[in-house]
Nanobody, 119 residues
C-alpha cells in the first residue's frame, strides 16, 4: 500500500529551526512534483513549497528565504528545512506528491505533522 509519512515536527521557540521529512513507500514507479502544505487552526490549507522532479523549487512569499525544500529522489524522500521560525508558522504540515504507479497517476497525502512555534 502506497503511503507518505511525515516526521520531524515538534515544539520550538521563535527563531529556531526544524527539519521535516516525508518518506514515500509502496509500489512507486516515479514521483513527479512534491509539495509541502500547512493548515493552521481555523484557516484553509495553504501551499508552502513545491519541488519538481527536476529540482525546480517554488515558495510561498511568507516562507521565502527562511524555508528550503529538497528531495532525494533515489529514496523517495522529501525534506523541508525551516529556519527563523515564527509563531505564525504554527500549523499541521502535510506532504503531497504526484505519484505514478503501474496502475495510477494521482496525488497522495501524508497524515501531517504538527509544528508549534512559541513566542
Amino acid at each position: 500500500q502506497l503511503q507518505l509519512v511525515e516526521s520531524g515536527g515538534g515544539l520550538v521557540q521563535a527563531g529556531g529551526s526544524l527539519r521535516l521529512v516525508c518518506s514515500a513507500s509502496g509500489s512507486i514507479f516515479r514521483i513527479n512534483a512534491m509539495r509541502w502544505y500547512r493548515q493552521a487552526p481555523g484557516k484553509q490549507r495553504e501551499l508552502v513549497a513545491t519541488i519538481t522532479s527536476g529540482g525546480t523549487t517554488n515558495y510561498a512569499d511568507s516562507v521565502k528565504a527562511r524555508f528550503t525544500i529538497s528531495r532525494d529522489s533515489a529514496k523517495n524522500t522529501l525534506y523541508l528545512q525551516m529556519n527563523s521560525l515564527k509563531p505564525e508558522d504554527t500549523a499541521v504540515y502535510y506532504c503531497n506528491a504526484d505519484v505514478i504507479t503501474s496502475l495510477t497517476i494521482r496525488d497522495y497525502w501524508g497524515q501531517g505533522t504538527q509544528v508549534t512555534v512559541s513566542s
